[in-house]
């Protein structure tokens, strides 16, 4: 049977050899007039997203003594095919249909890993299988257990197919009693594991707990020096699913990847990444279970995909703090289209991680259904960094418990409805502007309809860095609990948007504001007694 998949390949061939070179473009002429149309359209200018190519070449995992029958460990003859194809200059590594459990799986340049249909790796949980390795989590430099999935100093790396890849996630992740329904958290509890203090967090063992307690900043362990202390808190090192650092040309593609230990997708430092028609799904309990963190990544392409995350769903970051500043390499040129949230933290985020700069991001239709926030942006003092050049458009919502819209400048860590909302504090004495100092500013959205919302927009910025130039046009926010907030805030303009709260009344309030425009009304100051108007 002749397959897509061996068209294109046959293509490949041809141009290969028409050519005289290793490497051509793989993308369809229907999908590079596509492309090109992308890229007129964008709102800045951007280099196209390379595509990686691989030579007409392949071998199975079963040619190496891959065994799916869910016991064996597959780990070697993972490796041994990798290395195999990689020697004769690359190609596609074949997962035939079955289930292939297994340890960390380590692509090489020239790599294309094919699932077939009804391919399911299953990664192991045995977590001795996944070495301690130095790496960053969370912006920070730090030690995690490696990735089931991971690609370092790699070019031309794919994962491509129909398959699935399923992180064993659950043998990892601590969950929260409140969470979980009654039933949910009895099995859980009653399946082993340890409880905290307060018993309403449960661990997987001792070492998690232990390695939960060594952490002040977030998921960074603190106090942790030999390796007898970090191999004392392995099952708390939960590591991402797929972890790609300072690799060029990605391509992932018609792959589901699901229940990860931690994040789910995590291309750090990475150059033209294309992430096409995927599926990504984290039980909507998983802790820090984001679904793509895109983390100084320039130029990337994420379109046509599905994300069901336990945490934000499509993220964009850059380091935290001074980790993230020493990099500096900012989150930028992104084109983000076509793609599908659902529950998790939030639809399209921003920070909190990103001191090193996001610019340069597209967002254009996309979904959002039961996010509890639908376009998050959220930063504190220490981050530094600048958001900037943001372009939003054509954005669909529902059923959004929180902010349909929040800029946060006061972020604390928590979850939407946890903490992190309207915040006004008293300060006696303003901080100086300093290069710790996060700024968002420049952004645009347009086109964005949501119902039943918490609070429709909320802007919350520092006094010492008001959130700037913020431009919305053509948004409508029904069913409504709160208006929009607007506070520490210069320049925004808000165009034929209309906010019906299920309460009625006033539904604007302004504080702290310069330079505001209302539809065709202007304030040009507000201090810092609020006063609420109607839109």
């Known amino acids: ?53 691989f030579p007409d070449y392949s071998r199975s995992i079963t040619e190496f003594g891959a065994v799916a029958d869910g016991i064996t460990l597959n780990t070697e003859a993972f490796d041994k095919a990798i290395k195999a194809v990689a020697e004769k200059g690359g190609g596609k590594v074949i997962v035939p249909a079955g289930l292939w459990l297994t340890g960390p799986i380590v692509l090489q340049s020239n790599i294309n890993l094919y699932l077939e249909e009804n391919a399911l790796v299953l990664f192991t949980a045995d977590h001795t299988q996944y070495p301690i390795v130095k790496t960053s989590f969370e912006g920070l430099e730090t030690r995690r257990c490696q990735s089931p999935i991971s690609a370092l100093n790699a070019e031309n790396v794919a994962i491509t197919g129909k398959g699935v890849m399923d992180g064993n996630g659950d043998t990892w992740r601590p969950v929260k009693k409140d969470k979980m329904t009654a039933n949910q958290w009895k099995k859980l509890v009653a399946s ?34 030999t390796d007898e202390e970090w191999n004392s808190i392995r099952d708390w090192l939960r590591p991402v699913l797929l972890s790609f650092i300072k690799c060029k040309k990605v391509l992932l593609e018609g792959v589901t990847f699901k229940n990860s230990p931690s994040w789910c997708l995590h291309p750090l430092s990475c150059e033209d990444i294309t992430i096409n028609n995927i599926s990504v799904s984290n039980p909507w309990y998983s802790q820090n279970g984001d679904a793509l963190d895109l983390e100084s990544c320039n130029r ?3 379109q046509n995909s599905s994300f069901d995350a336990g945490d934000d769903g499509i993220c964009i970051k850059s380091g935290k703090d001074e980790d993230g500043r020493r990099r500096g390499e900012p989150c930028q040129n992104v084109i983000i289209r076509n793609n599908v949230v659902l529950h998790g933290h939030g639809g399209f985020v921003v920070g909190s991680e990103m001191s090193g700069g996001v610019k340069n991001i597209y967002v254009d239709n996309c979904t959002f259904l039961g996010t509890d926030v639908g376009l998050r942006f959220k930063s504190t003092r220490g981050r530094g960094g600048v958001v900037e050049n943001i372009h939003i458009n054509n954005i669909n919502m529902i059923n959004i418990p929180n902010e ?18 309207y915040n006004n504090p008293t ?34 910025g520092l006094p010492e860095m008001p959130i700037k130039n913020i431009h919305i046009e053509n948004v409508t926010m029904s069913d409504a609990k709160d208006g929009v907030i607007l506070n520490r805030t210069d320049g925004a303009t808000l165009k034929n948007v209309k906010v019906i709260t299920t309460k009625g009344g006033n539904n604007l309030k302004m504080q702290n504001v310069t330079n505001v425009t209302v539809g065709d009304k202007q304030y040009k100051k507000v201090g810092n007694q609020a006063e609420s108007y109607k839109f």
């Open 1 to 53: 049977m002749i397959t897509f998949s061996n068209l294109r390949q046959w293509a490949l061939s041809v141009c290969i050899a028409a050519f005289a070179l290793g490497y051509t473009n793989s993308v369809t002429a229907k999908n590079a007039t596509e492309a090109d149309n992308i890229y007129s359209e964008l709102p800045f200018q951007m280099n196209k997203v390379q595509l990686p190519v």
């Open 192 to 225: 082993g594991g340890v409880l905290d203090e307060s018993g309403r967090i449960w661990y997987p063992s001792e070492g998690s707990i232990k390695g939960a307690m060594a952490c002040k900043n977030f998921n960074v362990p603190e106090g942790i020096n």
């Open 300 to 302: 990337a392409l994420i």
């Open 404 to 421: 349909g819209l929040i800029f946060d400048l006061f972020y604390g860590g928590k979850a939407p409805g946890e903490g992190d909302g």
């Open 427 to 460: 300060e006696q004495k303003i901080p100086a502007v300093t290069e710790e100092t996060p700024a968002f500013r420049d952004i645009f959205i347009k086109n964005v309809t949501a119902k039943n919302v918490g609070r429709a927009i909320l802007f919350n």
